[in-house]
């Protein structure tokens, strides 16, 4: 197939081709080819450098040390001390908070608030219960509990870093 001139009709460019009519199929070819140009071609030359600048600008650090402390706040966090929630537990020690964990393992959460102790961060203080995330009872008796619990009649925050995502399919599934 050979494209032998490009001519302008109101503005709008469309490929002349010669020997051929313009026919609804030969429009839409048209089209698909201008959209994947300007879409795909251009908008990748404009979109790359934009995602990869994105790559490269570091996050805003909240300075703890500027922030009032928050001594009679409560955070429920479900999950443990560990990856993210080790640094969100962190956080939440340095602002003075009392954290209520939802924990599988308590000893191994545990750990991870030694580890936490250990960077010198003496404020915060923490109540493990333990909390299952595959047993929807697990869930009902670690709201009961957190509840029932003299920091539970105020709750200031809420943190869902525990997931289990399998079990939103088993719910969704059988319902």
Avoid at 70 to 86: E, K, L, N
Wanted: hydrophobic fraction near 40%.
């Amino acid at each position: 197939m050979n494209i032998s001139n490009v001519d302008t009709e109101d503005e709008e460019q469309t490929l002349k081709m010669p020997g051929s009519t313009d026919s609804p199929l030969r429009i839409l070819f048209q089209k698909i080819m201008q959209y994947f140009w300007y879409y795909v071609i251009s908008g990748t030359s404009i979109a790359l450098p934009s995602m990869i600048k994105c790559l490269y600008v570091k996050a805003p650090v909240i300075a703890i040390e500027k922030l009032e402390k928050r001594s009679d706040q409560v955070a429920v966090m479900t999950g443990g001390p560990r990856g993210i929630g080790f640094d969100i537990v962190k956080k939440l020690f340095q602002l003075d908070y009392t954290v209520i964990l939802g924990v599988r393992t308590i000893a191994v959460s545990q750990e991870g608030i030694d580890k936490i102790r250990a960077f010198g961060i003496p404020s915060g203080r923490v109540k493990f219960l333990n909390l299952d995330l595959i047993s929807l009872n697990s869930v009902q008796k670690f709201a009961k509990e957190v509840l029932a619990s003299e920091e539970g009649s105020r709750i200031d925050l809420l943190l869902n870093n525990g997931t289990q995502f399998h079990v939103m399919y088993l719910y969704i599934g059988t319902g």
